[in-house]
């Protein structure tokens, strides 16, 4: 599999963060989703959703709240785009 560039990476990232702070209500704002619908409304495949979503916490951009089912099973995360990402988003391309 070849290796993708460093600016296909970073749009997949935008992408991403445009889409969870396109779906975030609330207060304070958040979305809560799964992998796969967080991946299909941003157009990527699963596999690159959780890559950006991990590159987004790292970054400060996303902050994640993993959430559990009484069982003891995981529920879909809530997402909250930070100030940090917001700002990002605002900023020309």
Known sequence: MAKRRAEDVRADDDALLAHLAARS???PPRACASIA???AGAGLSKCQARRALSALEAE???AVERRFRPDGGQAENAYRVTPAGRAR???PA
């Open 25 to 27: 209500r609330g207060r």
């Open 60 to 62: 400060g951009l996303l």
């Open 37 to 39: 619908a967080l991946a």
């Open 89 to 91: 988003l605002a900023r």
